[in-house]
């Protein structure tokens, strides 16, 4: 019987040693640069935000070699570092599914001829971007070319919005920065960001989109594949940029079908999160509760510190100019509230240490329960569908209830004076 269970130890050893084994990825990287001047560049999984993640290999004598190993098969790109100090990327966007990837990188203006090789995703993507661009560019192009030869003539934005992008230029206060950026992103809101021309450029364009938006619909539910799953992604992590062609019920429909035959992948996880977020993330909804901590390393749950209160919800980050300028904007309109059941608390989101958030919030003086958001280690700003901004602020009602999306103090004080006086 003993050696029987010995045996059997063995056994299972072995099998479990091959399921891991099996988890254990490896590929080998290896670049050709072509006419740049570029010292380093940056990879990471596509899942992952490049200001403040991923891996800094050196580019030596035009050519660049990396040996990565993963837990799992999902899109990276790489990303020239001088490109991400400048704030203009292009990424270079990549399955790692082969032990041998091979890349031709160009600089920007040559981008169209970068060239990777190896392992099959790769092939399907660059298959899949090139039947997609073929049907769709010649319908564009015209539209763009008009609406490049608007933006030339400087009549692409309407009076009003050239009018806060010049005011906005001229303001070195946080506080009055922010108000202007809110008093913008109202202008779009209402339809009188762009200028008539443009708007009518947009509605042509947006027609197309929804044609070509038809068409990816139909390849995503007929190849359920890690290729598909991954434009899926992109589409959602765009959201607001996509809102106004996204098929939000049809993607509810597919997903399940993802979910199944790749149930715990970080695309499943990341996709749900914010489908989750787009469906309760709105006025009316039902806000989604966090754990976050204090400075100290205290864990605190949202829930339970604004329970039967009026609650703003502040998600911000030390190195957002506009965040910053609006929640001390708050600062007033919290000292006159806070006596009649209202709160508010701050969630920063920040990387490798908290010297940036200490400053911060030692600097601006917010009266608040102010918390933070290390390292994304709770995934907030995915739970909110706010990936890769600096944060935003959701009024909730003592049931929970999102009262409000992003309100400037001058609209939180007029919503809290009906509520509360």
């Keep these: 019987m003993r050696n029987l269970g010995v045996a059997l130890f063995l056994i299972i050893f072995m099998i479990n040693c091959r399921l891991c084994s099996a988890q254990k990825l490896h590929s080998q990287l290896r670049g050709t640069v072509v006419n740049r001047e570029s010292k380093y560049v940056k990879l990471m999984p596509e899942t992952e935000d490049p ?10 004598n035009n050519t660049f070699e990396f040996d990565l190993d993963h837990a799992e098969i999902l899109k990276f790109k790489l990303i020239f570092q001088d490109e991400l100090e400048k704030g203009a990327m292009q990424p270079v966007y990549f399955f790692p599914d082969s032990s041998l990837i091979r890349f031709t990188l160009h600089d920007n203006q040559l981008f169209s001829e970068n060239r990777i090789e190896g392992g099959s995703l790769n092939r399907q993507m660059i298959a899949f971007n090139t039947e997609v661009d073929s049907i769709f560019s010649p319908m564009f192009r015209p539209y763009n070319t008009l609406m490049d030869s608007l933006w030339k003539a400087d009549s692409y934005f309407s009076e009003e919005v050239k009018a806060i992008n010049k005011l906005l230029r001229e303001q070195k206060n946080d506080q009055e920065r922010s108000v202007l950026y809110i008093e913008r992103n109202n202008l779009e809101a209402s339809g009188h960001y762009y200028s008539a021309e443009a708007n009518n450029l947009n509605i042509t364009i947006d027609s197309i ?3 070509q938006m038809y068409w990816i619909n139909d390849h995503l539910r007929k190849n359920i594949n890690l290729v598909s799953y991954s434009y899926l992604f992109n589409l959602l992590t765009n959201y607001k940029q996509n809102i106004r062609v996204l098929d939000i019920p049809y993607i509810l429909s597919i997903y399940p079908l993802y979910k ?6 970080t695309y499943t996880v990341k996709i749900g999160e914010m489908l989750n977020a787009i469906i309760k993330v709105k006025v009316g909804g039902h806000f989604i509760d966090f754990t976050a901590s204090t400075a100290n390393d205290r864990l605190v749950r949202i829930s339970d510190s604004i329970k039967g209160k009026i609650a703003l919800i502040n998600l911000w980050a030390s190195w957002c100019g506009p965040c910053r300028g609006l929640g001390k904007s708050m600062i007033p309109v919290y000292e006159k509230y806070k006596h009649k059941e ?7 989101n920040e990387y490798k240490n908290k010297n940036a958030f200490l400053t911060a919030i030692k600097n601006d003086k917010y009266p608040w329960l102010n918390l933070i958001e290390l390292n994304n280690s709770n995934g907030i700003w995915e739970k909110y569908n706010i990936a890769g901004s600096g944060g935003c602020t959701y ?13 400037d103090a001058k609209q939180l004080e007029e919503i809290l004076s009906e509520l509360l006086n």
Aim: net charge positive; proline share 8%.
């Design 342 to 348: 209202f709160v508010i608390i701050g969630v920063a």
């Design 209 to 211: 989109k929804r044609i």
């Design 395 to 407: 009024l909730i009602d003592k049931d929970g209830k999102i009262i409000a999306i992003h309100p």
């Design 51 to 60: 200001r403040f993640e991923g891996i800094t290999i050196p580019i030596e």
């Design 260 to 265: 199944e035959k790749f149930p715990a992948h």
